[in-house]
């Protein structure tokens, strides 16, 4: 299929939110190409604009809009006559609205239409003589996007890939847009997953960082059970020419043995556990439906420490969830220190439209969120500072990544995702090196490649 004209046209695509927004975008870029466009740094040199968007908490959709003001006065070169597009879980969730609310935006589609993308240009197309034509494409498709498409990997965006192994959400959190927005759990087949890996391989990845919402959930069955876990997925991954492998993120509830042991016995897989456990309380939990009390995660955690006694935790935390008290809140600083993080991401609760959290009573004042959003966030710190500082003098092995800032400087992730900072020739990019600590900060190391 090709897109009308297919002359030569530029793209500014910007991705906000997580990784499978990254991921989404990289392919976006990849279809594209493949009709002419070429991506440019500026919005004001684009022929086509994709905002690629999150809408987990408000925050992230509100962002959306007060960049469509943006744009709407950068002048958008008329001659271009620039298209504007929303993507992703914006597009999904507030499709028609957007036009109403931003008539710059000329086309609006979810997470899961956008292996679309030439058919919908082509129909938005500006043709003489006839008016501008608006796309709302959100319907959920009978199809697998993955299988449309077609054509290999090519653009090797960094040494640390993104691979796109599960999609969606059955577990219906209370507070979380997700299963609305990326619709029900699937995995992607074994097959298609190596193959892409051998692809991103090919071009020069080093690491590949396996995503899903719930990528712990991977499974392939073959109609009546499971033929293939997720742990013997890595397994397999870890058979090609990879040097390490990384997965993200894990629901407590599919946290199997096997994976933990995977832990230990696979050492292409590093040690690094992004587990989520949003609330220490269990009422809360509870009402989250999170299906696990917080001592069924302390147990998850212990045991995955004694099968890798070295492995980062890392998580996310929701303070000021609807009904949420001083006790509550006391119950996850506790199983923080409990738990002793690398690090980990909290966010205050924010009502989702359509979501069962949002239609509780007991709402939480902001400024007593932002409190506790405070209190959870220093003890947090105090717990990575303490995690960094741990390797002070410390041989470790960093994979190079890229240049850093200033002369000769590189920049790394050492095996638990810390940066690590370093002076070096360019070339050791795309290398693992041993490197001596020398100096720790709160957020990353500082090193000397021995
Ligand atoms: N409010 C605040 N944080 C949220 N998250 C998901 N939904 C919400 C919400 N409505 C957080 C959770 C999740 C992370 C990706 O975002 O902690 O793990
Ligand atoms: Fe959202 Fe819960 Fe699914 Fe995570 S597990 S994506 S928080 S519904």
Redesign the pocket.
Known sequence: MQTPQDKKRNLFIKSYG?QMNEYDSERMVEILEKHNYSSVDEPNQADLIILNTCH??EKAAEKIYSELGRLKKINLNSERNTKVAVAGCVGQAEGQEIIKRSPIVDLVFGPLTYHQLPEMLDEIETRPGQPNKKLVNIDIPEEDKFLQLKGSRKNLKSISSLLSVQEGCDKF?S???VPYTRGVEISRPAKQILNEAQELIDIGAKEIILLGQNVNAWSQSNGKDTDMTFAQLINEISELNIERIRYI?SHPRDMTEELMRAHRDIEKLQPYLHL?V?SGSDKILKEMNRNYSSQEYIDIIDKAREYKQDIAISG???VGFPGETDDDFEATLDIVKRVKYAHA?S??????PG?P?ALKDHQIDEEIKSERLKTLQDLIRQQTRDFNSSFLEKEINVLIEKQGLGVNRLTGRSSYLQSVHMDGDPSFIGEIVKAKIIKTRDNSLEGIIL
């Open positions: 997580c987990i908490r959190c507070f979380c847009v993120t989520p949003q996310d935390f929701i991401y966010f205050k609760y924010s009502p989702r979501t959290a």
